[in-house]
Every structure is written in C-alpha cells, then in structure tokens.
C-alpha cells in the first residue's frame, strides 16, 4: 500500500455535464442524438458476437484479487480503501491481493467469459467488522467518480444507516454510466443496495451454461445467472466448487461486460434493456 | 433501565440455559434435516474479531464449544463479511484452509454449507452444515432452506446474547449490580416497599427534568 489514488476521470463528468439536463431547447435536440438504436429484434449476435469485452473497464469491489492466479490473468489496478494516520478513508495503492477468496473468484468468472476485459481490484472488505460500512460506501464513491462502466458488487450490507448514502451513490452511478450490479439475498432480511431499482439484482439458476441467465419480471431480483457448482477461482491458484448469489453476479457483470465492449456507448437503462432482450428467456435469448 | 428491563423480560436466571438449548436443537435439525455430519453455529465476538463455537450437532459436539478462530478467516469468515450464504463442495483442494482447521479442530470436512446469522441490521455469527451425504448434490432449494434455519438460529442467538448481557449489567462490576444485590437481601415485603420508594424517585427526577 502506498500512495493516494487520483481520481483522473472527474475532468470527464464535467464535460458530460454540459448536456442539457433539466430541459431541451430546439437547438439542442442535435446535441442529444442517440448513438446506438437498437435494432428491431436485438440477438445475442447483435448484442455481443465477436467481443471478448476489450476496452471494457470492470471493477471488483470485494475482498481483493489474488494477483497472477491463472484464472483471473492480468489484473490492471488494485487499489483498497483504508484509514490513515488520522482516521480519514484513503484509497491507496493495494499490493495486499485478497484475504479471503471471494474476489478472486469474482474475477474469475467475469475473466472466463469477457476474456479482455480491463479488471481493477477496489479491496473494501477483509479489513475488520467495525467501520466497515463506511469503507464499503467510500470505494464505490471512488469506482463511480473514476467512471467504471461495470462494478460488480457481490455483496450487501444490513445496515439502515447507510442505506440512504448508498441510495444516493447508486442513483449517481446510473445517471454516470456505472452500472452496478449486485448480488440479491435470498434470506429473509432486508439488505442493500441489491433492492434499488438503478441497480441490476442478481440471483441464481441451477442450469451448468455460463451464458444461460435469465430476466425475472417479478423483482427486486432482476436477473438470474448461474450460481450452482462453479469453480470459481480461489486463493493459491486453485479453484474451489461453490454455490452462491456471489457468483451469479459477475456472471450478469461479464455478459454486461460483452455488450458494452461491442455498443460502448449504451447507458445503465439501455444496458438493462439488452440485458432483457438477449435473456434466456426472451425472444433475443435463444 | 433497559438492561434491568432486558433481564426482567428475559427471567434472566435459567434464560442462558433455555436459549442455548434453543441453540443446539437448531444445529440439530439441522443437522438431520442435511444428513450432515455436523452442523454448528459459531457467535461473532466483535472486539476480539474471532468467531466462537456456541452450538455444535454431531461431530466435534463435545470439544469445540468455546473454541475460537478469527473470524476475517475461511469461509465462515467470507460469509459473514459479505452477509451472503455460500456451498463449497471440495474444501479438500484449499490446502490452506484445510490445514489450519485440521489444526484447530482436529476434523476436516469435505464440504460446507455456511449462511450469515443476521438479527435486523446486525450480523450475529454463522450456521455452518458439514459433509452432507457424498452422493446428495446441493440445489438452490436447500440454500434457501439453509436460509430459514439460519433466521430461527439468529433469534435464538439475539436471545442468548441479551440474557447474558442482562446477567453481567446485574452481577459483580456491572452497572446494576448494586440494585440487584439490594434487591436480593431484602424480604418480600422490604422489596415492594424499596421499589415503591424507587418509583417515588424516579418521580422527583421527572419533575426536576421537567
């Protein structure tokens, strides 16, 4: 761990900002083209054929990833949230790789399917139970100013306190182009920010094809993606057999991931909508 | 007063005994209901980081209370920082992590179900299912199943954790120690008559806040 991350994309958001935003006036109906329509049957072919994500910046915001596991492969950035000297939530350079597993195997999953793709390590968790909520809601602030198409989030937290921060910064992701995705819990509690709706939830199927998901119109869980007997990557090279929600999600993120390496200029509710068209179980999904 | 409440809610003397049988007849059923060789239910202590064995089915049943390990470690630990339930079903192939249970416990399982514990916003511990039948393959239909013995084991552990509470805010250094043990020396009819003054001075401080 060492020096302070910048934040380079913020020149970006200003730029983007000059766009109307509270009304249209006629001269600026130009500057409002849509650069992708979408077609009038959208397939998987048109979705996502031929990309291997390339160009695509993914984010982990997990425990870490192990760094040369052969699974995951190169990973470009690692960066973890800690607190200095005066108790101030710094993101700093991460040589720490992962504490436990969980987002290693993240990363393997989106690796095997979007095999190019850019992937950064944003380390909020393994670091104690107390403050942790506040870790987790400065390292996604800091995914989202630096303007991550994809973070995959395969976690949540129980904590009412931050559910309106993290409300917030789940809105601001979507109205930046950061789509967030997020494992859905299926246990009986309320948790977050899987339920909001500027989020895609995911949950699991039973089926073995890594490309079969699925679209629920019954949320708050959006989308099924396999969750059952994967092996995922896992720490010290290996690979362990899992079942969980945790590794539905990066499955969404990685086909997420696809699209945008073919159609980078899609935003979160366009995204969503291929996402629904191309989804085993609508009419592009086949 | 809420600790005085909590105690007099919870009956305080024998509520440890009767939540913790709550407990062990989770981890039991689930344990029967798996086919496990074991089931357990490890209590998070927050200031010492480290996961406790407060309730354990079959295997190790009669060693590992009270054994601890910390709890950023493993799968109980991953399950609980990221309050998602998990399966692993070769825990053979993680070397690490088999050696230093092997270490800890003297049993290692093959494979593990694990789910958070989670009591309204608070994560308690974790329920653990070990070494289903080799042959019976885990659906999604079971995790959810795990889901509910996990809510029924969270409020028994919620219990547990007041009871005890109470027991140390009324015993020895606790806060109200000195109320209990006033409590305890007087006779039935000493005892309405100090709390009748209690409740006259509680009164006169309302007033004076007022």
Same mark, same amino acid.
């Given at each position: 761990?060492?020096?302070?991350?910048p934040?380079?994309?913020?020149?970006?958001?200003?730029e983007?900002?000059?766009?109307?935003?509270?009304?249209?006036?006629?001269e600026a109906?130009?500057?409002?083209?849509?650069?992708?329509? *979408?077609?009038?049957?959208v397939?998987?072919?048109?979705?996502w054929?031929?990309?291997?994500g390339?160009?695509?910046?993914v984010?982990? *915001?997990?425990?870490?990833?192990?760094? !040369?596991?052969?699974?995951?492969?190169?990973?470009? +950035?690692s960066?973890?949230?800690?607190?200095?000297?005066?108790?101030?939530?710094?993101?700093?350079?991460?040589?720490?790789?992962?504490?436990c597993?969980h987002g290693?195997?993240?990363a $393997?999953?989106?690796?095997?399917?979007?095999?190019?793709?850019?992937?950064?390590?944003?380390?909020?968790?393994?670091? $104690?139970?107390?403050?942790?909520g506040?870790?987790?809601?400065?390292?996604?602030?800091?995914?989202i100013?630096?303007?991550f198409?994809?973070?995959?989030m395969?976690?949540?937290?129980?904590?009412t306190?931050?559910?309106?921060?993290?409300h917030?910064?789940?809105?601001?992701?979507?109205?930046?182009?950061?789509?967030?995705?997020?494992?859905?819990?299926?246990?009986?509690?309320?948790?977050f920010?899987?339920?909001?709706?500027?989020?895609?939830?995911?949950?699991?199927?039973?089926?073995?094809?890594?490309?079969?998901?699925?679209?629920?119109?019954n949320?708050?869980?959006?989308?099924?993606?396999?969750g059952?007997?994967?092996?995922?990557?896992?720490?010290?090279?290996?690979?362990?057999?899992?079942?969980? +929600?945790s590794f539905?999600?990066?499955?969404?993120?990685?086909v997420?991931?696809?699209?945008?390496?073919k159609?980078?200029?899609?935003?979160?509710?366009?995204?969503?909508s291929? *996402?629904y068209?191309t989804?085993?179980?609508?009419?592009?999904?086949? | 007063?809420s600790?005085?409440?909590?105690?007099?809610?919870?009956?305080v #003397?024998?509520?440890?005994?009767?939540?913790r049988?709550?407990?062990?007849?989770?981890?039991?059923?689930?344990?029967?209901?798996?086919g496990a060789?074991a089931?357990?239910?490890?209590l998070?202590?927050?200031?010492?980081?480290?996961?406790?064995?407060?309730?354990?089915?079959?295997?190790?049943?009669?060693?590992?209370?009270?054994?601890?390990?910390?709890?950023? +470690? $493993?799968?109980?630990?991953?399950?609980?920082t990221?309050?998602q339930?998990?399966?692993?079903? !070769?825990?053979?192939?993680?070397t690490?992590?088999?050696r230093?249970?092997?270490?800890?416990?003297g049993?290692?399982?093959?494979?593990?179900?694990a789910v958070? #514990?989670?009591?309204?916003?608070? /994560?308690?511990?974790?329920?653990?299912?070990?070494?289903?039948?080799?042959?019976?393959?885990?659906?999604?239909?079971?995790?959810?199943?795990? $889901?509910?013995?996990?809510n029924?084991?969270?409020?028994?552990?919620?219990?547990?954790?007041?009871?005890?509470?109470?027991?140390?805010?009324?015993?020895?250094?606790?806060? #109200?120690a000195?109320?209990?043990?006033?409590?305890a020396?007087?006779e039935?009819d000493?005892?309405?008559?100090?709390?009748?003054?209690l409740? /006259?001075?509680?009164?006169?401080l309302?007033?004076?806040?007022?």
């Amino acid at each position: 761990m060492s020096a302070v991350v910048p934040h380079e994309h913020e020149q970006e958001f200003e730029e983007e900002e000059e766009l109307p935003a509270w009304s249209l006036p006629a001269e600026a109906v130009d500057r409002i083209r849509v650069p992708v329509t *979408l077609p009038e049957q959208v397939t998987r072919e048109w979705a996502w054929g031929g990309s291997t994500g390339a160009g695509v910046r993914v984010c982990i *915001l997990d425990s870490g990833i192990e760094l !040369d596991h052969p699974l995951v492969g190169r990973v470009d +950035n690692s960066v973890a949230v800690v607190r200095d000297e005066d108790g101030v939530l710094q993101v700093v350079e991460d040589g720490e790789g992962d504490l436990c597993g969980h987002g290693t195997a993240c990363a $393997g999953v989106v690796r095997a399917l979007a095999p190019d793709v850019e992937l950064t390590s944003v380390r909020v968790l393994g670091a $104690g139970y107390t403050g942790g909520g506040e870790i987790l809601l400065h390292g996604l602030g800091w995914a989202i100013e630096q303007g991550f198409p994809i973070v995959n989030m395969s976690l949540s937290t129980t904590r009412t306190k931050y559910v309106e921060r993290l409300h917030e910064l789940a809105d601001r992701a979507y109205f930046r182009r950061v789509l967030l995705v997020a494992s859905a819990h299926n246990m009986p509690v309320e948790s977050f920010p899987w339920r909001f709706a500027s989020v895609i939830s995911v949950g699991s199927h039973e089926e073995s094809d890594p490309l079969t998901f699925y679209y629920n119109p019954n949320p708050p869980v959006e989308f099924f993606g396999r969750g059952l007997d994967l092996d995922v990557a896992w720490l010290g090279g290996g690979t362990l057999r899992c079942t969980g +929600n945790s590794f539905a999600t990066p499955h969404i993120a990685a086909v997420g991931a696809l699209i945008l390496g073919k159609h980078p200029d899609l935003t979160p509710f366009q995204l969503k909508s291929v *996402l629904y068209q191309t989804a085993s179980n609508a009419r592009g999904g086949a | 007063m809420s600790d005085l409440e909590a105690a007099v809610a919870a009956g305080v #003397l024998g509520a440890d005994e009767a939540h913790r049988s709550l407990l062990q007849a989770t981890v039991e059923v689930a344990r029967a209901i798996f086919g496990a060789k074991a089931a357990s239910v490890f209590l998070l202590d927050e200031e010492a980081e480290e996961l406790v064995f407060e309730a354990v089915a079959g295997e190790g049943e009669d060693e590992l209370i009270g054994m601890r390990f910390p709890a950023g +470690n $493993g799968i109980a630990g991953w399950v609980l920082t990221t309050r998602q339930p998990l399966v692993v079903d !070769d825990l053979s192939s993680d070397t690490r992590w088999s050696r230093s249970q092997a270490e800890s416990t003297g049993y290692v399982p093959k494979s593990m179900m694990a789910v958070p #514990l989670l009591v309204e916003e608070r /994560a308690l511990g974790v329920l653990s299912v070990l070494d289903r039948p080799p042959e019976s393959r885990v659906r999604l239909r079971e995790v959810d199943m795990l $889901g509910l013995f996990a809510n029924q084991a969270a409020i028994a552990l919620d219990l547990l954790q007041r009871a005890r509470r109470a027991r140390e805010a009324l015993a020895g250094e606790g806060r #109200l120690a000195p109320l209990a043990r006033v409590a305890a020396r007087l006779e039935e009819d000493e005892r309405d008559a100090a709390f009748e003054l209690l409740r /006259a001075f509680e009164r006169v401080l309302v007033e004076t806040s007022d």
